[in-house]
């Protein structure tokens, strides 16, 4: 058979539902058991979060004049930052900040039970005509820092909150 220099130009990307790029603002992040009606609401009000970040550091043997490698202990590299917009009426704030006093609260200087202030969570991601196609879970997903955002008299923009989340474990369902 021979080589056809069509096969490398872009319409055989277009031609096929193979290579439909996976756009990266068609998704959805889940928290289950929030607060209030906090599950529903930090879908509506999300603007991004990043999918996880796995490494296994190495771990070295040496043998003769050579070292080899093997698989450490998997590290979830989970601080991802999920950002919301705060709403007047449907409070994230509140959602955010119960959540938060599950981890820790002030009133009484307590640290929560973590059965209580952990939660599992999903990242679904769709295509372009809303389908799913991917879903990550998330396990042990909690707040360990919350920025609420700044206020100002000199600017004219969206109030967001960001929150660093951590997370036990993800991995594709």
């Known amino acids: 058979m021979a080589w056809d220099s069509r096969s490398l130009g872009p319409q055989h990307l277009a031609a096929s539902l193979n290579y439909e790029p996976q756009r990266s603002n068609n998704f959805q992040v889940t928290i289950y058991g929030l607060p209030g009606q906090g ?3 930090v879908m509506l009000t999300l603007v991004d979060f990043s999918l996880p ?3 296994n550091d190495p771990l070295p043997l040496q ?3 050579t070292n080899v490698k093997f698989a450490g202990v998997t590290q979830w590299q989970g601080s991802d930052t999920l950002n919301v917009v705060d709403y007047i009426t449907t409070d994230m704030e509140k959602i955010i900040s ?8 002030p009133s009484d200087d307590a640290i929560g039970w973590a059965a209580q202030y952990k939660k599992q969570g999903s990242v679904v991601e769709a295509g372009p ?4 196609l991917r879903e990550w879970k998330y396990e042990g997903m909690w707040p360990s820092e919350v920025n609420y955002g700044a206020l100002s008299h000199e600017n004219n923009e969206l109030k967001k909150i ?3 989340i951590q997370y036990d474990r993800a991995y594709r369902a």
């Open 53 to 55: 970040r796995v490494t």
């Open 129 to 132: 005509d809303g389908t799913f």
């Open 39 to 41: 599950t529903e609401l």
């Open 98 to 105: 119960d959540w938060r006093e599950l981890v820790y609260r």
């Open 162 to 164: 960001e929150i660093q």
């Open 63 to 65: 043998h003769g004049n």
